[in-house]
């Protein structure tokens, strides 16, 4: 999207050189803290609590992060590294996967299909956009009391996928299908069924990835409500994890492994997101409309 | 809008039941019951309620504490949207000028969005954390009694920095995108009409951006009212002495930890209200848009 | 191969008819063209036989079955759309072969019939080609493939050519035909282009505002148009129509001119003639006086437009190639007395007469 270098709106080479400059500045500060983790996960304690921190990587990567897994987080805080990263990963996928389940589902249904109250159930969606869980904490709570369901994965991952973003979207983009290709459908014979898994799906490819993307990290980087539902320390995720080590910090502190589960809280989702990134900027942009 | 469609009566309703079960058991009972139980009160034993109307209402709205969780949500998102969007706005500027290295630039900028706030929060901690943080040396170096543990005024500047970092990610991607869809037509217009770089910025650029900067302001807004939650929770707890409460914390600290439920419902209930209106305001701001755009 | 019977067919949106009583008895093979401006509604009659829309009374046969209230797939029926409706993201085999997949036909089966319709159409170098890597013309073609490869009883075409440039659309239309000789299928076919309408039918249904105006060969319907409306829309340039005031022995044009013509009934009446049916008229005989404002001259032929002099009703003249008229000039022209066509003015029936 740039212009030729001689356009009239085209930056001088001068002008691009502190565009650059200014650039790996921001990359700097946007990118250090996230390198600062990193860096102090492969030093012992001692080096960590002894300000300043090296730059560079230091030699005791291996050992922290074998001593990590192998039982060190779970002195701090009673459950294993793996477990962490399990209940993390459950919950994502979980609200990933269940809210494109459900949002296709209904989108679908409010698109292609005719029937009493379509308009209805649209705005009934549509206003849980409205009011994130951060305002109906407490009586959805209870109804997670009342359900059994505190301490549980469902517990955790349900109240999550209620929200109606990714039914916007993948209504908007249903509505995109020319109607002559559903008639075309029809005349050959298919279905719902078959018109969903053989045309609309592998149209929908790209914006499912886009939401997956999304969504997977906004299920990683849940914190209110899994701290709420979860009493139990073996159903903590990560990042729940992580505030608990630092809050009941004390001299015995093991910060190296600490580290070590910052950067393990953190990397997942940003290498979901690179590998991703393509589709994820995509679908970012667009739900903006 | 001719719309063809498929026959079926039945279909759709199994197809719609999974949403409308869970936005019915998880979204609307919770927010019934939250308005229900803003016009209680509980006695002190948590026995009974007894309808009270608005009186939590008033109780809450003229309560000092409850005035101090406003003023430092406004203060904290404020600060946020402004910081968090003005930088992320010079750096797309930035970026836009650039020919080469456009791509690579924006991997690395992304990292903080896939970043929980909570995190963002700690890392900030430690790299500031008056003991072993390295970044917080230079600051006694130059003689600043850096203490966000004891200090208001820094714990406020750690979350806002914290919480802008996250932000900064995402308002650049937006930025980005709303410069690349300015028609190169204009700014080449412009040139030739005579105006500099930084006044045609000012007088084309900018303006053409209002949609994209009105729904960055409405997003950053509700992430700095909501999604920051975690970055308080795990930093300051909402302190030194309710120095970074804000509204959403002050919910769950009188709901879940001080357990005075009916104030908390109200609180609820006016935030509500809060994102109601941000939400309408985006909606129909974004609908101007599309007549316009 | 089927017969299709239109019974009084019509439609109503909430109260609102939009398609009035439409009856045809279309037998096995025959090549029915549905023609008219648009919204008249000929698109909306197709749909109905496709099974896209619905029936709101009246009974619709195909094959001796009524199938009111069948889906598409259930009457046999094959589509063609304006916009093709090809499936994006297979290739044109594969679309091709999608409804016989969904009818669970065997597979070698399958691919005998696509490489039949493919070799009628040649569509053999495209087969595994996705539909963006095509022309408009060859995407067309692979629309009617999909449609042949079903072997259906009817065969319907919601204006296939229209999104197509000048040249190709006379290309494909001789195409059409042809396939028509060659596989005798029952089709029905919708346009707003007269000439294809012209060119295509055994028989048309010329439509205006829901209403069938004439159902009859091309032949019947250009020289016998049932309305003023067909009149007017079959034929091009289109024929002049006036209003004239007649009585014993003649009529009195607008612009005051008199024509001896006998045998009409009296009163006020529509009088059409085409521009080929008039020519230069010789010395001494009656003709109109005709005040030209533009002529065109395409080579083979001229047009002439202008008005009977004295007043506002517009006249289309055919002229020959050669003429030396221009504007301004005023041309007296004679009708060929077996040519005349007379309307009635209030209802524009055509009048049987003389």
Redesign the interface.
């Given at each position: 999207m740039a212009e030729a270098p001689d356009s009239p709106i085209a930056a001088r080479a001068s002008e691009r050189l502190i565009a650059h400059f200014w650039m790996v500045l921001g990359v700097i500060v946007v990118a250090f803290p996230v390198y600062y983790v990193f860096i102090a996960s492969t030093h012992t304690t001692q080096t960590i609590l002894r300000p300043p921190l090296p730059l560079i990587p230091g030699p005791e990567a291996a050992a922290n992060y074998r001593d990590a897994f192998s039982g060190g987080v779970s002195r701090i805080g009673g459950v294993s590294l793996w477990r962490l990263l399990a209940n993390t990963t459950i919950v994502a996928l979980g609200i990933a996967l269940g809210k494109i389940a459900i949002s296709m589902a209904s989108a679908y249904a409010i698109v292609f299909f005719r029937f009493p109250l379509r308009m209805v159930c649209f705005w009934l969606i549509f206003i849980t956009l409205m009011l994130p869980v951060e305002v109906r904490i407490q009586p959805t709570y209870k109804v997670m009391v009342d359900l059994g369901l505190i301490d549980t994965y469902p517990g955790l991952i349900l109240p999550l996928i209620a929200s109606a973003t990714a039914t916007l979207l993948f209504r908007q983009f249903f509505m995109t299908i020319p109607d002559e290709l559903l008639e075309a459908a029809r005349v050959d014979g298919a279905g719902p069924w078959r018109f969903f898994r053989d045309i609309l799906w592998p149209l929908s490819l790209t914006n499912v990835a886009a939401i997956f993307v999304i969504q997977f990290i906004y299920g990683w980087t849940q914190y209110l409500w899994p701290l709420l539902v979860t009493n139990s320390n073996e159903m903590n995720t990560i990042v729940i994890a992580l505030k608990k080590m630092i809050s009941f910090a004390d001299a015995d502190t093991p910060w190296n492994l600490v580290m070590v589960t910052s950067v393990l809280a953190i990397l997942p989702p940003i290498l979901v997101v690179v590998l991703m990134q393509r589709w994820f900027v995509k679908g970012l942009v667009e739900t903006e409309k | 809008m001719r719309r063809t469609v498929f026959p079926h009566r039945l279909l759709p309703w199994l197809l719609l039941a999974p949403q409308l079960a869970i936005t019915l058991i998880f979204f609307y009972w919770p927010a019934a019951q939250a308005f229900r139980q803003s016009m209680l009160k509980e006695d002190p034993f948590g026995l009974s309620s007894t309808f009270v109307g608005l009186a939590n209402f008033r109780k809450v709205l003229s309560d000092p504490n409850y005035l101090n969780s406003v003023q430092v949500t406004a203060v904290f998102s404020a600060s946020v949207a402004f910081l968090a969007m003005s930088i992320a706005l010079f750096l797309a500027v930035q970026a836009e000028k650039i020919i080469r290295g456009k791509g690579f630039y924006r991997t690395l900028m992304i990292w903080p969005y896939a970043v929980a706030p909570a995190i963002a929060g700690m890392l900030w901690l430690f790299m500031f954390n008056p003991s072993f943080g390295t970044l917080a040396r230079p600051l006694r170096v130059m003689g600043i009694n850096w203490n966000p543990l004891l200090n208001a005024d820094h714990a406020m500047i750690l979350i806002i920095a914290a919480a802008t970092w996250k932000q900064i990610s995402y308002n650049f991607l937006f930025f980005v995108a709303g410069l690349q869809a300015i028609p190169r037509s204009l700014l080449e217009a412009a040139a030739i009409d005579g105006a500099s770089r930084r006044h045609s910025f000012w007088t084309i650029t900018f303006p053409l951006l209002a949609p994209t900067t009105f729904f960055l302001l409405v997003v950053n807004t509700v992430y700095a009212l909501f999604d920051t939650f975690g970055i308080i929770h795990a930093v300051t707890g909402g302190g030194p002495g309710k120095a970074t409460e804000t509204l959403v914390y002050k919910v769950y600290n009188d709901g879940f930890v001080n357990l005075i439920m009916g104030e908390s419902a109200a609180q609820s209930v006016i935030l509500m209200v809060i994102v109601i209106a941000l939400t309408a305001f985006q909606f129909r701001f974004i609908e101007r848009r599309v007549h316009y755009g | 191969m089927a017969r299709i019977l239109l019974n009084d067919v019509r439609k109503s949106y909430s109260g609102n008819q939009v398609i009035h009583g439409i009856s045809i008895d279309i037998p096995d093979g025959e090549f029915v063209v549905i023609v008219g401006p648009s919204g008249c509604g000929k698109s909306t009659l197709l749909r109905m036989v496709?099974?896209?829309e619905a029936i709101t009374s009246g009974t619709l046969e195909i094959g001796g079955k009524v199938v009111n209230d069948l889906?598409?797939?259930e009457r046999d029926?094959?589509?063609v759309?304006?916009?093709?409706?090809?499936?994006?993201?297979m290739s044109v085999r594969e679309n091709m072969a999608?409804?016989l997949k969904?009818?669970k036909m065997p597979k070698d089966q399958i691919e005998a019939q696509v490489a039949k319709a493919a070799r009628m159409l040649e569509l053999e170098p495209y087969l595994d080609r996705k539909p963006r890597a095509l022309s408009g013309g060859q995407r067309q073609r692979v629309a009617m493939g999909?449609a042949l490869v079903r072997e259906p009883s009817a065969f319907l075409l919601d204006e296939p050519l229209s999104n197509l440039d000048a040249k190709l659309r006379v290309q494909m239309r001789l195409q059409i035909k042809e396939m028509h000789l060659r596989t005798g299928q029952t089709t029905l076919y919708v346009t707003h282009d007269q000439v294809e309408a012209m060119t295509l039918a055994d028989r048309l249904i010329v439509m205006n505002k829901g209403v069938a105006e004439q159902i009859a060969t091309p032949l019947e319907v250009y020289q016998t148009p049932a309305t003023e409306f067909v009149a007017g829309f079959i034929g091009s340039p289109a024929m002049n129509i006036f209003t004239v005031e007649a009585e014993a022995g003649g009529v009195t044009l607008p612009g005051g001119h008199r024509l001896p013509l006998s045998g009409l009934p009296a009163g006020s009446l529509r009088l059409g003639l085409r521009p080929e049916h008039l020519h230069l008229a010789e010395t001494g005989q009656p003709a109109i006086p005709v005040d030209l404002r533009s002529v065109e001259r395409l080579g083979a032929d001229a047009f002439g437009y202008g008005v009977i002099a004295g007043s506002d009703a517009a006249m289309t003249l055919r002229l020959p190639g050669t003429t030396q008229a221009q504007r301004g000039d005023r041309v007296d022209v004679a009708p060929d007395p077996q040519h005349l066509h007379v309307f009635d003015p209030t209802d524009g029936r055509r009048l049987e007469n003389f």
């Open positions: - | - | 496709a099974g896209l889906e598409p797939r029926i094959a589509m759309f304006q916009n093709y409706a090809l499936y994006p993201h999608y409804g969904i009818a999909r």
